[in-house]
């Protein structure tokens, strides 16, 4: 075998820096967005740069009722500016879930182009469809975000 020693001119990108954050649990119960506590900020250092979100956690969702179906929304904020997500039941749905709850992982990832060198916020909102819903973010490992500013 030999070693790659470089790419050629125009293949790939380069990663320029790396922040992260984690969060603790977040309980969300509300219809409209409440912030998850994923959340970080970047400053890129060119206005074409690119920057990739990655995104992970686990949701513990309960439901308190006799729905036959209960969903959940996410919605990726740049700032305050919507860039993934938005509704209230745009990310997870559960069918015959009556009075019963679930764990499940969360890995979202998301690459974003926001043409500016200022720093720059990204957070991640959740949402329940319907009263009696209930969703706990970061549940036990706690969440995390990475961002990641791709030349």
Same mark, same amino acid.
């Given at each position: 075998?030999?070693? @790659?020693?470089?790419? $050629?001119?125009?293949?790939?990108?380069?990663?320029?820096?790396?922040?992260? #954050? =984690?969060?603790?649990? @977040?309980?969300? =119960?509300?219809?409209? %967005?409440? /912030?998850?506590?994923?959340?970080?900020?970047?400053? $890129?250092?060119?206005?074409?740069?690119?920057?990739?979100?990655?995104i992970?956690?686990?949701?513990?969702? /309960?439901?308190?009722?006799?729905?036959?179906? %209960?969903? &959940?929304?996410?919605n990726?904020?740049?700032?305050?500016?919507?860039?993934?997500?938005?509704?209230?039941? %745009?990310? &997870?749905?559960?069918? !015959?879930?009556?009075?019963?709850? +679930?764990? +499940? $992982?969360?890995?979202?990832?998301?690459?974003?182009? $926001?043409?500016t060198?200022?720093?720059? *916020?990204?957070?991640l909102? *959740?949402?329940? !469809?319907? *009263?009696? !819903?209930s #969703?706990?973010?970061?549940?036990?490992?706690?969440?995390?975000? /990475?961002?990641? !500013?791709?030349?």
């Amino acid at each position: 075998l030999s070693a @790659v020693t470089g790419l $050629p001119a125009g293949v790939g990108g380069k990663v320029l820096q790396v922040v992260t #954050a =984690t969060s603790g649990g @977040v309980s969300v =119960t509300s219809q409209t %967005d409440v /912030t998850t506590g994923i959340t970080a900020s970047i400053t $890129p250092s060119s206005t074409s740069s690119k920057i990739l979100i990655s995104i992970t956690s686990v949701i513990a969702y /309960t439901s308190y009722g006799a729905r036959s179906s %209960d969903y &959940c929304g996410v919605n990726l904020k740049r700032n305050t500016t919507s860039i993934l997500g938005g509704g209230n039941n %745009d990310f &997870c749905s559960v069918w !015959e879930l009556s009075n019963h709850g +679930f764990n +499940f $992982p969360v890995a979202i990832s998301y690459v974003d182009s $926001p043409s500016t060198t200022s720093s720059t *916020s990204y957070t991640l909102f *959740s949402r329940v !469809e319907t *009263s009696g !819903e209930s #969703a706990y973010w970061n549940n036990g490992i706690g969440g995390r975000i /990475t961002l990641m !500013e791709i030349a």
